[in-house]
């Protein structure tokens, strides 16, 4: 069993740290050849050139920072060092980068996976992680085996822009959530709260799973009626909050973000609907 790591950030280190413990032989390449030391101290081995790495293994595992890396990567090679291969490519980028690098891998024979890891680093190879792959389904039960050393399996269909896709829409959903909480927890810090302190209260307050399962089939009938919330309602309460973080010295400008967003919902008539409202807007 064999596979090939491109890309030694603290995910691709993680990833072929997980093959090397499940007893593949791991080939790697980095363009700092410096972060392949530890790996190959463990047994992997350090491949001198792109081509090198490439041949080496069916399966070329890509962790790279985008789609542009990927290119610049890749492009040092021989077409010829791609065909045959199978690219796992658990590049973060967009849906329609990712159509295109799988037409363009097709171009030299090589057929691309599109992965998006759902864990940090730490998470991969434990129990409960899992990455959204997309692509031929074939090729991925081919490769089932070696896949699942990292995460398990979400598959999500053959579009290779659907693993990219969902990845974004959890990544937007990941980073909005965390600024509200560092935003509140900024609040929180103006006023002698420490964050050990309001640690269960946060906790609790983004736990959103019952606001999830309550307003997903609305959203889904596109029913926004105000019987439980209303937009109007909204607007009250976050300009409190925006006016609280500004007289405790705080950056208002997220929730005031937000603020805004609902302003534009109730002029578009939804002051009376629910807050589920604001999809038709955020789309327009």
């Given at each position: ?178 600024m509200g909480y560092l935003h509140g927890q900024a609040v929180a810090e103006a006023n002698g709260i420490s964050a050990e302190k309001f640690l269960p209260h946060a906790i609790k307050t983004m736990d959103f ?76």
């Open positions: 069993m064999n596979v090939t790591v491109v890309g030694l950030g603290p995910m691709g280190q993680a990833m072929a740290g997980a093959y090397l413990s499940g007893g593949y032989e791991v080939t790697v390449w980095n363009r700092t050849p410096a972060k392949a030391d530890e790996l190959v101290a463990r047994g992997a081995r350090r491949a001198g050139s792109v081509e090198e790495a490439l041949t080496a293994s069916e399966l070329v595992v890509l962790s790279l920072i985008d789609y542009a890396a990927m290119y610049a990567i890749l492009e040092q090679s021989p077409a010829t060092a791609l065909t045959g291969r199978t690219v796992a490519n658990l590049t973060s980028d967009t849906p329609d980068r990712a159509r295109q690098a799988a037409a363009w891998l097709a171009e030299r024979g090589a057929v691309q996976i599109t992965g998006g890891v759902q864990v940090p680093p730490p998470g991969i190879g434990t129990p409960e992680a899992m990455t959204y792959y997309s692509g031929p389904k074939d090729t991925i039960e081919a490769h089932r085996s070696a896949l699942e050393v990292l995460t398990g399996i979400d598959y999500l269909g053959e579009d290779p822009g659907l693993a990219a896709l969902y990845y974004q829409i959890g990544i937007d959903m990941f980073w909005t959530g965390l799973r019952y606001f999830l399962e309550f307003y997903a089939p609305r959203i889904a009938a596109g029913l926004h009626e105000g019987d439980v919330d209303r937009l109007s309602m909204g607007v009250a309460s976050l300009e409190h909050v925006v006016h609280t973080a500004r007289a405790s010295g705080v950056d208002g400008s997220l929730p005031a973000a937000v603020l805004e967003i609902f302003r534009r919902g109730v002029a578009a008539g939804h002051g009376r609907d629910s807050l589920t409202s604001l999809v038709d807007v955020l789309r327009r």
